[in-house]
């Protein structure tokens, strides 16, 4: 099985897809396998995380287990 890594807003542009199937594992991990430009997009300082739709206020020592999901949020902005 697999965690899923789900790309909102504009992030999902510079995902280039809307989610990705990730190994489960520690997030520091995932992210360094990622695309360099895309993990520092998702490391940005106003990005939020849930996870399994509950919004983290620390990622660190965050580990993926099987059927997880992740999602990044961007800033919002709009009237």
Known sequence: ????????????????APERAVAPG???AILA??????????LGD???IALNGRL??????VV???GDEL???PPVSGG
């Open 56 to 61: 983290l206020t620390d990622h660190g020592g």
């Open 26 to 28: 520690p997030l520091e």
């Open 71 to 73: 999602a990044f949020l």
């Open 64 to 66: 993926l287990a099987e």
């Open 1 to 16: 099985m697999v965690a899923r890594l789900v790309f909102l807003g504009r992030l999902e542009d510079v995902a280039g």
């Open 46 to 48: 106003r990005v939020r």
């Open 33 to 42: 396998a990622l695309d360099p430009a895309l993990a520092v997009e998702l």
